[in-house]
């Protein structure tokens, strides 16, 4: 679907060589906040699949997310660790690149965008998307050897498909929907869904033998399930009230697999800034943290240790 100008459609562009956006080195550039599980699933890709050389980064602070403006750029590099100004443009909002891409739109400025220098516009501000298409959208002008494998291979593609969908509305958004209750109600009705999602990632990977989830092959469900549960214990506990349990305390399967990923899996260190992560939510969300106070913990932000031998890891869960 083609992004309809002066409307809050997103754009689904696609890099292929058969299309408007072909895998060209260097052409393209991705526009992120370090803060945000969504905007992560790309740049993820990117530090997984070696194109960190090929596809250009911006990073917008995680705070202030200022009403009707949204998520600016530092004005230097040093003001603050880790944000970038704009590369291209020089911007001072992310809202102005979305403007110079439709200077009518009329929907949120969200991260990620990824750019298309050549023809100045948006290719796609749509995550999931991204993550479906971009670990292979460069293959054809790499190099044999630096290939990644597929993370959407056909033979788990119907496994794939369908956790996908449930772990997006119960797990991805779901942390959300509580976090953002407007009610006792809705909260009450929101947290057990995350509580289930997690009881039934905690057995998936243990049925199937890990060390991912579904067992030996890493693939997409991996990455989605990352950049939320990275946030789980130093965010979401606190910030979202999802405190029926956390991730180190009572899911010691998913606390493995998350621990393997982080520090043995070539990007997944490299693409998480717990510093971002803690400072975003509760300095932009005043209406949940009227006061913008960060809490220090947890320490650490992720523990050490992997146990490698995967059949001797318990299983945890949440009654929910």
């Not at 072909?22 to 945000?36: K, N, T």
């Not at 993370?151 to 509580?178: C, F, H």
């Not at 991912?212 to 989605?224: M, P, Q, W």
Request: glycine share 8%; proline share 8%.
């Amino acid at each position: 679907m083609a992004h309809k100008p002066g409307t809050n459609d997103g754009w689904h562009g696609v890099i292929s060589k058969n299309g408007p956006f072909p895998p060209v080195a260097g052409r393209y550039h991705l526009y992120i906040g370090l803060f945000c599980p969504f905007a992560h699933r790309p740049n993820l890709v990117r530090h997984f699949c070696g194109l960190t050389d090929i596809i250009s980064l911006s990073v917008v602070r995680p705070y202030p997310n200022i009403k009707g403006e949204g998520l600016r750029f530092p004005k230097t590099n040093d003001e603050y660790p880790g944000a970038t100004v704009d590369d291209l443009y020089g911007s001072e909002f992310l809202r102005d690149i979305y403007l110079r891409a439709d200077k009518d739109y009329a929907g949120a400025y969200s991260v990620p965008v990824l750019w298309d220098k050549e023809t100045e516009t948006i290719v796609s501000n749509d995550s999931a998307d991204m993550l479906r298409w971009l670990p292979n959208a460069f293959d054809p002008i790499l190099p044999v050897v630096h290939r990644r494998a597929h993370l959407y291979p056909d033979a788990l593609r119907p496994q794939i498909d369908e956790i996908s969908a449930w772990m997006q509305t119960d797990l991805n958004a779901g942390v959300y929907k509580a976090g953002g209750a407007a009610s006792q109600a809705d909260y009450d009705k929101a947290v057990p869904v995350v509580f289930r999602a997690l009881n039934r990632i905690e057995r998936l990977i243990h049925d199937n033998g890990g060390p991912f989830i579904l067992g030996k092959h890493i693939s997409e469900v991996d990455l989605r399930a990352y950049t939320t549960i990275i946030r789980f214990d130093p965010i979401y506990v606190q910030h979202c009230k999802c405190n029926l349990g956390t991730i180190r305390h009572n899911y010691p399967t998913i606390n493995n697999w998350l621990k393997n990923l982080y520090y043995n899996v070539d990007g997944f260190r490299e693409s998480t800034n717990f510093k971002h992560i803690k400072e975003s939510y509760p300095k932009n969300q005043a209406d949940i943290n009227p006061k913008g106070i960060v809490p220090m913990g947890p320490i650490p932000d992720i523990e050490s240790g992997v146990d490698h031998n995967w059949g001797l890891v318990s299983v945890g869960s949440i009654y929910v």
